[in-house]
Nanobody, 115 residues
Framework: QVQLVESGGGLVQAGGSLRLSCAAS????????MGWYRQAPGKQREMVAT???????NYADSVKGRFTISRDPAKNTVYLQMNSLKPEDTAVYYC?????????WGQGTQVTVSS
């Protein structure tokens, strides 16, 4: 069973930074695409950033210029570097990957940005 395990969430003040990690139990190149999504209380889950096997990235407009998605194949890990955090970035962040037609989700990690 393939698993994605997130880490790195926490409480940070507005303007601060956090780096989220998503460790995969299989090679990250076995995923066609991987990404980060978030869900704030009372809101729908939304895409934050994605990175496909061909190294193409895609970002939500709300995080462009502040967040960066990257990967380390040697560690089978995908990262989300979050800078200039805002209170509206507060949410549970989920790692997601599509592998051989199957969608896999991590358990989520809480990010709270205080004003």
């Amino acid at each position: 069973q393939v698993q994605l395990v997130e880490s790195g969430g926490g409480l940070v003040q507005a303007g601060g930074s956090l780096r989220l990690s998503c460790a995969a139990s299989r090679s990250i190149f076995s995923f066609r695409i991987m990404g980060w999504y978030r869900q704030a209380p009372g809101k729908q889950r939304e895409m934050v950033a994605t990175l496909n096997r061909g190294d193409t990235t895609n970002y939500a407009d709300s995080v462009k210029g502040r967040f960066t998605i990257s990967r380390d194949p040697a560690k089978n890990t995908v990262y989300l570097q979050m800078n200039s955090l805002k209170p509206e970035d507060t949410a549970v962040y989920y790692c997601n990957g599509e592998r051989y037609g199957l969608e896999i989700w991590g358990q989520g990690t809480q990010v709270t940005v205080s004003s």
